[in-house]
């Protein structure tokens, strides 16, 4: 009786490890095949730059238009599409990160893992996963995670994005070149709840008022890079 309890926990054990991997390496949904190809031939047609800053991930980032001229003089590319969550842009990695040579990397995901059920422990695997897929194909990139952002629609799963922010923090603190941005302070306000003015009437994508507060949290760290944003002289 014993052996078969101790069989059991074991069995136990080794499902919890790897369900927090099974995100990190799950395949993204066929629905993402239209959005990733659209990408592509729009590279063709206008290939972007290399050397510039990547600007991926989920709908924050692809609703984000006027990312360009919030960054001027900065060469960036949009590479959003909405919905999706991390395994999503680690999939595609070599279609929509590794062409572009991308000096710098901003990611803004996690926030649909959760709403999917994903855990803490597996946003932060899907992160980690993230990074080595995207050094596999320009070596050594920065990538800056932008953390999940607390929002109404969402206040529910708020405690469990913060321990994904929290987990994140505290594994980027320890690589090279890997940044964690928190916007989830001026998000909120003294109550600690997110900001309704800040959000658009479904109460999950940002208005410009809240792209504002990500816009000043990454000049400086994009600065350190080397990018500066610049206004023409009039």
Excluded at 43 to 54: E, Q
Excluded at 116 to 140: C, D, K, N, T, W
Excluded at 174 to 181: A, E, I, L, P
Aim: charged residues 15%; aromatic residues 10%; neutral net charge.
């Amino acid at each position: 009786m014993h052996v078969k309890r101790l069989t059991w926990l074991l069995c136990l054990l080794t499902g919890l490890v790897a369900s927090a991997w099974v995100h990190a390496d799950a395949a993204p949904s066929s629905h993402w095949k239209p959005d990733i190809d659209a990408f592509v031939a729009a590279d063709k047609a206008h290939p972007p730059a290399p050397g510039g800053v990547l600007f991926i991930g989920s709908s924050s980032i692809h609703f984000w238009s006027s990312l360009a001229a919030d960054f001027p003089g900065i060469p960036v590319i949009n590479r959003g599409f909405g919905g999706s969550a991390l395994p999503d842009s680690t999939y595609y990695a070599d279609r929509i990160v590794w062409p572009y040579k991308p000096r710098v990397i901003v990611l803004y995901a996690g926030d649909n893992d959760m709403a999917e059920g994903a855990s803490p422990a597996q946003v932060l695997a899907s992160f980690q996963a993230f990074v080595a897929r995207a050094r596999q194909g320009v070596p050594g990139v920065p990538v800056v995670f932008v953390s999940i952002k607390p929002s109404m629609a969402r206040v529910a799963l708020w405690p469990q994005m913060k321990q994904a922010n929290d987990l994140i923090r505290d594994w980027a603190a320890t690589q090279k070149d890997v940044r964690f941005v928190d916007i989830a302070p001026v998000m909120l306000d003294a109550q600690g709840k997110p900001r309704a003015e800040l959000f658009r009437d479904d109460g999950l994508h940002m208005l410009p008022a809240g792209y504002a507060l990500w816009i000043a949290a990454l000049k400086p760290v994009l600065a350190q890079y080397g990018f500066v944003t610049h206004v023409a002289a009039q």
